[in-house]
């Protein structure tokens, strides 16, 4: 495997259930991200990890609550989600948090709350 | 003030013609800028990435840098229906408040054919 992985690739979710989404880096970067995109719409910055600190969290919605146990591996839990948080959620990574060297993202998950 | 201000477009080029996307950023201390891709559904993918004022260029594709007018844009020549996406210009933070890479709102393209 190599690059960010992201499973699973599409999920469908009832507003009572809890699920989690997965990310995987092996590209040894030292910090992580998840994104929301809407339809449409620009990428909207949910989480920042760096050595598996969370760094930043910018006014999420505790119904979305993020895990980074080691520095390749990043969660975002998901539970009582509404139907507007249907979208594409992306997993990204970098060398470092100040993004000399860019992002990498995975593949994304297609998230439908029902 | 938006820290990076893209055109939202949808930009329309017939097929064969140059492409120009463009792109302004508010942090003068910024260091690294990127172009990436996006088809509908589909995740970013870096396709350019500049650090030096002036043009890079990388086959179709040149980047051009302007850190005096805070200005960086993307050629595309040669268009082919299979550019039409949107393409986000995405800029370091210059190390001050702004500690991470700040995403454009994406311009979108269309070539057509």
């Known amino acids: 495997e190599t690059g960010v992985t992201q499973t699973p690739r599409h999920l469908v979710m009832g507003m009572t259930n809890k699920k989690s989404l997965k990310c995987e880096q092996h590209?040894?970067?030292?910090?992580m991200y998840w994104y929301k995109q809407s339809a449409k719409k620009p990428l909207e910055l949910m989480f920042v990890y760096s050595l598996e600190e969370r760094v930043e969290n910018n006014s999420v919605p505790s119904r979305f609550s993020p895990e980074c146990p080691n520095s390749s591996h990043l969660f975002l839990h998901l539970h009582t989600l509404q139907p507007e948080d249907s979208a594409l959620y992306l997993c990204?990574?970098?060398?470092?948090?100040?993004?000399?060297?860019?992002?990498?993202f995975g593949s994304g998950t297609r998230l439908t709350v029902v | 003030q938006k820290e990076v201000e893209q055109n939202s477009g949808p930009l329309s080029v017939p097929e064969g013609a140059i492409a120009s996307l463009n792109c302004t950023y508010s942090d003068r201390g910024s260091q690294s800028f990127f172009w990436y891709r996006q088809y509908s559904g589909k995740s970013p993918e870096l396709i350019m990435f500049?650090?030096?004022?002036g043009d890079k260029e990388d086959g179709r594709f040149t980047a051009q840098l302007n850190k005096a007018s805070q200005y960086v844009s993307l050629l595309i020549r040669d268009s082919q229906p299979s550019d039409s996406a949107t393409y986000l210009c995405a800029v370091n933070g210059g190390g001050g408040a702004t500690n991470k890479l700040i995403f454009g709102t994406g311009t979108l393209l269309a070539v057509q054919p």
């Open positions: 500049i650090y030096s004022n």
């Open positions: 590209l040894g970067h030292n910090a």
């Open positions: 990204a990574s970098s060398q470092e948090l100040q993004g000399l060297y860019g992002y990498t």
